[in-house]
C-alpha cells in the first residue's frame, strides 16, 4: 500500500487476559473479508521529560498483543507524517508554521509538552497513522491505530497534551478523497473533546459525541452534537446506561465511519480521572462501540486518547483489550442501500 508498509512487532511481554462483563457477542464474517490492520511507528514514543503521560505504552501495548499471539491473523503498517495539504484540511498555516519553527507564541503556549522537532513530527506521523488506519478500515471493517486521539488540539491552537487533531485530519482527508461524505467520532475519553467538537461544530456531516466526567477538564467545554457529562465517581453500571441511548444517535447519523477516542482514563484508578470503571466495565464499553459497528457494516477506526493509570501496566492492557475486542469483532459485509 503506497504509504504504509509491515512492519516487525516489538518483542513480546506475559499475557493477561481481562475478562469482561458477559454479554453475547455477535457478528460474522463476510466471505474473502481482509484482516484487520494496526498502524504502529516506534516514533509515536518521544521524549516529553518527567511526565504523567507515558508514551510508551503505545510500544508496551504493540508488544503485549505481540506475546499473545493477536496479532497472528491482522496485517501492521507503519505509518507516514501526513503532509502538509493534509493537515492544512483542519489547522491554520499560522499554527503549523508555529510548530513548524519551534516558537512559542499564543497558539503554541497554552499546550502542556515541550515543543520540540521530535515531539511535532511524532504528532504529525500520528496523524499520518490516524488517517492510514481509517483508509484501512474502510477497506478491511476495522483499523486500529496504536496511538492517537489527539482530541483538545484545534484547528488554531494546540491545547492539553495535543498539538494536532489526528481525528479531524482522518476525517477530512476521507472527505477530501470522496472515501466518505458522513462521520461519527465516539469520544469515550474522560475528558471531553474540545477541540474536535470545536472543528465540527456547524458540520452535519460529522457527528460528535462525547461521554465525560463533567467536573474534570477542560473548563470551559465545547457543545458537541452530543455531550453526557457524567457525575464524579461513576462506575461500570452508570456509564453502560447513558452509553446504549447516546450510541443509538450514532447510529441514527448513519456515518460512512466511527472514529472511536478509546480513552483508558475512565479507569478507576487514573491519576487524571474521576470516574470509577473497571477493567470489565471498559471491556464492555468497547465491545458495544466496536461490535454496533461491526453488527451495521459500519467501518470502525480504534484510537487509544488519554491513559494515566498510577500502573502503566493497567493502561496498556485497558489498549490492549480494546485492540482484541476490535480484532475479535467481525465486520458484516456492506450493503449497496448503505
Not at 153 to 162: I, N, Q, S
Not at 219 to 239: A, C, F, H, Q, W
Not at 325 to 332: G, S
Request: charged residues 25%.
Amino acid at each position: 500500500m503506497v504509504g504504509a508498509e509491515p512492519i516487525a512487532t516489538p518483542a513480546g511481554r506475559d499475557a493477561h487476559q481481562a475478562t469482561s462483563l458477559a454479554r453475547p457477542r455477535r457478528g460474522c464474517h463476510h466471505a474473502g473479508a481482509m484482516p484487520h490492520a494496526l498502524v504502529y511507528s516506534p516514533r509515536y514514543r518521544c521524549d516529553i521529560g518527567a511526565h504523567v503521560f507515558p508514551t510508551e505504552k503505545f510500544e508496551l501495548t504493540l508488544a503485549k498483543l505481540e506475546s499473545e499471539g493477536m496479532l497472528a491473523g491482522a496485517t501492521v503498517l507503519e505509518p507516514t507524517p501526513a503532509t502538509h495539504d493534509e493537515l492544512r484540511l483542519v489547522h491554520t498555516a499560522e499554527y503549523l508554521a508555529d510548530l513548524e519553527q519551534l516558537r512559542w507564541t499564543p497558539r503554541t503556549i497554552v499546550s502542556e509538552l515541550p515543543l520540540t522537532a521530535e515531539i511535532v513530527g511524532a504528532y504529525i506521523l500520528a496523524a499520518g497513522g490516524t488517517t492510514l488506519a481509517a483508509r484501512e478500515a474502510m477497506a478491511r471493517g476495522c483499523g486500529i491505530t496504536v496511538g492517537g486521539g489527539f482530541h483538545h488540539a484545534y484547528a488554531d491552537k494546540a491545547e492539553g497534551f495535543c498539538y494536532i487533531n489526528d481525528l479531524a485530519v482522518a476525517v477530512r482527508v476521507l472527505q477530501r478523497d470522496g472515501a466518505i461524505r458522513r462521520a461519527a467520532i465516539v469520544d469515550l475519553d474522560v475528558h471531553q473533546g474540545n477541540g474536535t467538537a470545536h472543528i465540527f461544530a456547524g458540520d452535519s456531516e460529522v457527528f460528535t459525541l462525547s461521554i465525560h466526567q463533567e467536573m474534570n477538564y477542560p473548563v470551559p467545554k465545547e457543545r458537541s452534537d452530543l455531550d453526557v457529562g457524567l457525575e464524579n465517581g461513576v462506575g461500570d453500571d452508570g456509564y453502560l446506561r447513558v452509553l446504549e441511548p447516546a450510541l443509538e444517535r450514532v447510529w441514527a447519523h448513519a456515518p460512512d465511519i466511527v472514529l472511536y477516542q478509546a480513552g483508558a482514563d475512565p479507569y478507576r484508578d487514573d491519576q487524571l480521572g474521576g470516574l470509577a470503571l473497571s477493567l470489565d466495565g471498559l471491556a464492555e464499553r468497547d465491545a458495544r462501540v466496536l461490535e454496533g459497528c461491526a453488527e451495521r457494516g459500519i467501518p470502525a477506526v480504534v484510537t487509544f486518547g488519554g491513559g494515566y493509570a498510577r500502573r502503566v501496566e493497567d493502561t496498556v492492557e485497558i489498549h490492549a483489550q480494546t485492540c482484541r475486542t476490535a480484532l475479535r469483532a467481525a465486520w458484516v459485509k456492506r450493503t449497496a442501500s448503505r
